[in-house]
């Protein structure tokens, strides 16, 4: 009978660890996705508004729509410079998480490796012991045929 594996415990410990290490990197990157769509949404919203403040200045507006008009982009200025922001961090949230990722994967197959190594070494103490036992039941029965 095969010994268990010593480090059973920590090796399903590492596979939970890099099972949520997993998770977190796929809700970073779809955090950092859903942060780059929205900047892109506020950018062509933005070259929108522009040409549409263009159009409008070509055909004449008064000073309280052209200040409307500058005041609103610039607000879309500061919003899309606050998203560009938080698309940077969450890029940096993504990275250490992918390298946080990678870590626990090394861990994990660290410890699987000696997992294979040990369940090998006892598969090949076990084939010895079976090799034994039929080397003597072959010997027995030719010592039997040979005193017969």
Request: aromatic share 6%; hydrophobic share 35%; proline share 1%.
């Amino acid at each position: 009978m095969s010994k268990p594996f010593a480090l059973q415990t920590v090796l399903e410990l590492m596979q939970r660890r890099a099972d949520d290490a997993t998770r977190q990197l796929a809700r970073l990157i779809a955090a950092e996705q859903d942060a780059k769509a929205k900047l892109d949404l506020l950018c062509q919203y933005r070259e929108e508004y522009a040409r549409r403040f263009q159009l409008s200045a070509q055909d004449g507006m008064s000073p309280l729509q052209w200040k409307n008009f500058q005041d609103f982009l610039a607000r879309l200025d500061d919003a899309i410079a606050q998203q560009q922001q938080f698309v940077l961090q969450s890029r940096n949230k993504t990275t250490a998480g992918q390298a946080h990722w990678q870590e626990q994967r090394v861990r994990l197959k660290a410890i699987d490796t000696l997992s294979v190594r040990h369940y090998k070494a006892e598969d090949a103490k076990e084939n010895r012991r079976e090799q034994k036992q039929v080397d003597e039941i072959a010997s027995r029965r030719h010592l039997e045929d040979d005193t017969d």
